[in-house]
């Protein structure tokens, strides 16, 4: 999955801002491939969601690659933007920082039940329903605080050689470049590249690029592409060597890691 040249496009603004009397409001876009809502925050927190296609949600020094099966809850005030790997129907729920479902200050993925989704749905055909708006409300809050996930976060740097390095697999997981062609090609050498990688990350270039690959293992899983395919796209030799990461990372096979954590 490689990233096309990214169109700026600018955040949502909400008709009305969630208030304590409607905590959450939903702003329904659907976006092309390749588009960037760009660096912003806001008093509310948010639940990003794409009913179909993938995003990825940067806050911080971290981002997360967002198939239809998760969602990122950003808290209130957090710095964040949203890029669109393809063409992507992106529900946001905007919820109001008092009826917030995580109180720690920071993201959370979610597990998008299915009653999850279809509340989603619902919601955004109620506006003109202000008792049904309440109870969708309701239920979303509550369910949302149920169905935080385990993680494949990608961690990102601050050191200026590293964000070309770490930009360019994030954008193609599958290259083969070892950290000495990186040294030829972003003006340092190995020893100081591996060394940079342990101070600013705080792992191995090898680590790094696991979780880079990971991330994106999860759209093409959850989208149904048999393992075989997801471990030829992301560079693996065979499906057994992409397997046994992956059980080494999290306990558990692909399929059975999904398929649980999707219910």
Not at 21 to 29: D, E, F, N, Y
Not at 91 to 108: G, N
Not at 224 to 239: C, D, I, K, T, W
Request: charged fraction near 20%.
């Amino acid at each position: 999955m490689s990233l096309q040249p990214l169109t700026h496009t600018r955040p949502a603004q909400p008709a009305m801002a969630p208030t304590p009397q409607r905590p959450v409001r939903l702003i329904a876009r659907d976006l092309a491939a390749s588009e960037l809502l760009a660096a912003h925050s806001h008093a509310w927190g948010q639940v990003t969601y794409a009913l179909e296609g993938v995003v990825r949600v940067t806050v911080g020094n971290s981002t997360w690659i967002v198939p239809p099966l998760r969602a990122i809850w950003i808290p209130p005030q957090a710095l964040h933007e949203v890029a669109t790997l393809e063409k992507s129907r992106l529900r946001a729920l905007y919820v109001h920082a008092d009826a917030a479902p995580f109180q720690r200050p920071e993201c959370e993925v979610l597990a998008v039940s299915p009653l999850l989704r279809e509340l989603i749905v619902a919601l955004s055909q109620a506006d003109a329903d202000a008792a049904r708006e309440a109870l969708l409300a309701a239920l979303i809050l509550d369910e949302v605080s149920r169905s935080a996930a385990p993680a494949i976060r990608v961690a990102l740097p601050t050191e200026k050689r590293l964000k070309t390095l770490c930009g360019t697999l994030i954008a193609d997981p599958a290259s083969s470049l070892t950290l000495r062609d990186w040294s030829q090609r972003v003006g340092a050498s190995e020893r100081t590249l591996a060394r940079l990688f342990e101070q600013d990350l705080g792992m191995t270039f090898g680590q790094w690029r696991q979780q880079v690959r990971l991330a994106h293992a999860a759209p093409l899983i959850a989208s149904g592409q048999p393992l075989a395919r997801v471990a030829a796209e992301l560079g693996y030799a065979s499906q057994s060597a992409f397997s046994a990461m992956f059980k080494k990372t999290f306990g558990q096979s692909p399929s059975t890691f999904f398929v649980q954590n999707s219910d």
